[in-house]
């Protein structure tokens, strides 16, 4: 197996997007345990994302999604929050923390291997939040440039193509068993990162998902890259 | 004016292709001046961008225009050349040296905006020019995105649209003319960044462009950034 790239999902996988939006909500003041918020919050999401992918709902980027979720979610909560509130809280989504691997472990996988980002958000949020966690990445793309969310095919085969790879020669790394059996549908390669505290510690863990690779940080996998793959 | 993000051309801007060219020119050991053959090259290049903008050719990436406008040319030179080398030559067009304020330059204009490339070459050519010169962006786009080349409006609209800024808050930093038009015309901002040496020592300059700024490299125009524009 030869991987001439890899693509990154962001939330959870980079990104410990539970820890900065309870933060978030901590700082707006907002009634109610910040960490049950974000978890209801951060749970809207994927439905809608569905609805756009079958055509149920119009295109809408995160800011948009995160902002309709929001609503929905202090409607249902009985929140009353003035729309200055929920900007701050939406815009804390362009500021998240990276876990503790990440910044050194893309700077290592970049020596040997094309990296870009490949995320459901948009490409100005991924630009803020690289920015703000300090990540080098060699391209920023976007389920945003196929206009079809993660896991539909397009979003994995956008990528290869705007790449210059075959879908084959692509590797994904998520966190996240249903956006690995999206991009292994498409034909990529998979890596899967454990991520055990994405959800809060003693969350359920994932059942252990079908992926090419399986390790448990980004220096882990840029060991096995160099040392087990190019057979 | 506040400025928001700063969109790079990069052929000839950031990088100086005709060294590149000329030394793949001699690499590959074409019989000739590899100066004149890479210049007459070059030549090839904006009538066949004006050919695909008025869809009187199809949409193309740079490996095939450039594939295109080198067997065009080496006929009309009367030069066979094997396959193999026209693939080298080709291929010398991912591995060109950046113009000597540039690395450092960008890392400084990064600090206070957001960086991104905006070029007529596709994705994966910019991504293997940025590897290759080590130069860090917070984003690669270019006209790919928009399936229209500069100066089409189409290609910096699109790029104001994924940066997530108004057009107006969107400044291209460009050695080109034509380049700095399309943009102000698409209601961008302009810098002007001369490259005296572009096409060679003691080649006519080009006449001094209408810009917003206009500078003699990147850290004059980070300087000129910092102190003047924040009025």
Known sequence: ???RALVFDVFGTLLDWRTGIAETF??????????VLTDAWRARYR??????????RPWGDFDELHRATLDDLLAEQGLALPDDVR?????GWHRLPPWPDVRAGLDELRRTHITSTLSNGHVALLVDLARH???RFDCVLSAELSRAYKPAPAAYLTAANLLGVDPG???????HPWDLDGARGAGLRTAYVARPLEYGPGSAPHPQPQADLSVSDLPE???????TLHD
Chains 1, 2 share one sequence.
């Open 87 to 91: 900007d701050r809280l939406v815009a």
């Open 1 to 3: 197996m030869v991987v």
């Open 133 to 135: 966690a300090d990540l």
């Open 26 to 35: 901590r700082e707006c003041a907002v009634p109610g345990d910040a960490d």
């Open 47 to 56: 439905p809608m994302l569905t609805e756009v992918n079958e055509h149920r």
């Open 169 to 175: 020669e692509l590797m994904l790394v998520a966190a």
């Open 221 to 227: 996998l840029a060991h096995l890259l160099r040392n």
